[in-house]
Structure formats: C-alpha cells, structure tokens
C-alpha cells in the first residue's frame, strides 16, 4: 500500500504545484512532497516507535527481576527444605524425594513416606509449636505437617483394603498445597 501511495502523491504534487517553464518549482514541489511525507509517517509511527521501545524496557527489567527472583529462590531452597526435612522428622516422616520445576513461577514437590509412629506426647508439642509459625512460609510449613499428622485419618475412608500409606506429595505451586497420596501394598503378617 505504501509503495503504490509514494508515487501516487508525487504525481499530484509535482501537477499541482509545477508550473510550466519552471523546474525549480518541481523541485520545490518534490521536496515538500518528500517532507510532507516524512513528516506524516513520523507522526503515524511515533507512537508505536514509542510503546515499542517500553515494551523492551519492562521486558528487559522484568527479566532481570525474574532472574534476582529466581537466585533467592535458590538460594533459600536448601534451608526451607531442611526445616520442611526436620519438621516432617518430629511428625514421623521423612524427606524421600524433592522435585523442582524452573520456571517464572518455580514449582516444587516434597515427598515424604511415613517412617515411625510418635508419641501423643511429641504430637501435642509439635502441634503447639506449629500455631507459633508466622508469616507465609510458616503457614506452608504449618499447613503440610498438619496433612502429615492427620493423613492417616483423612485417608480412611478411600485406602483401598490391603494398602497402606507409603507416600505423600505436596505440591507447593500455591498458597495451599496440593496433596497427592500414594498407597502400598500392605506387608502380609508373619505366620
């Protein structure tokens, strides 16, 4: 559309602004049409040229605050998951398996199996120590050792016969985790 516009203008510039025996009129006209031009595909683009270059801008500063974002995620993984490790510990469970999905918003799966049953005792204090948690990451911590706790209850009614727990795994992609729960082949009793 452009290149059929260009000449189209020129023509009727150089028509309506050349006269005859006059070629530095045409000229003139040329120039004017050219400017004329120039100056009203400036103004069209400008805008454009303008969201153009903020839209780089954001997406360059976004990409540096996403990769900030993701080294204190690292960086802060090791210790969350030894307080998840040691929580889930004192509740009867251990750590089996940790899976981590980059990404903008990173996702990471914590697996535990059951290993030892506590003491009611032990159970009252981990729950008493749990209310004291603050801040998001302690109502995550406080929320899957709470599931860990109360697994056994809530599974009940949907073990199949024959099957016990053998591991539990939260999602941790949202405020509250998702939990997906394994069930084993119970070990036939001695004879």
């Known amino acids: 559309m452009r290149k059929r516009f260009l000449p189209i203008a020129l023509v ?3 028509l309506v602004f050349a006269r005859p025996g006059h070629a530095g009129m045409l000229q003139d006209s040329w120039d004017r049409t050219v400017s004329v031009v120039g100056t009203a595909t400036g103004i069209i683009l400008s805008p454009f040229q303008a969201a153009a270059e903020w839209t780089m801008n954001f997406l360059r500063s976004e990409e540096r605050a996403l ?4 080294n204190r995620f690292v960086s802060t993984l090791r ?3 030894n307080r998840f490790e040691t929580l889930a510990g004192r509740a009867g469970f251990t750590l089996s398996n940790v899976s981590v999905k980059p990404g903008i918003i990173p996702e990471v799966e914590l697996a535990f199996e059951p290993a030892e049953e506590i003491t009611p005792a032990a159970e009252a204090a981990l729950r008493q120590e749990l209310a004291q948690l603050s801040g998001a990451m302690g109502a995550l911590e406080r929320a899957v050792i709470l599931l860990l706790l109360d697994v056994d209850e809530r599974v009940e009614a949907i073990r199949p016969n024959g099957f016990r727990v053998g591991e539990i795994a939260f999602a941790l992609v949202a405020i509250f985790p998702e ?6 082949r119970a070990e036939p009793a001695a004879r």
Do not use: G, R
């Not at 990769?67 to 993701?70: F, P, S, V």
């Not at 939990?179 to 084993?184: A, L, Q």
């Open 67 to 70: 990769a900030a974002e993701m």
């Open 79 to 81: 210790q969350d998951l």
């Open 179 to 184: 939990m997906t729960i394994n069930f084993v």
């Open 12 to 14: 009727i510039s150089a």
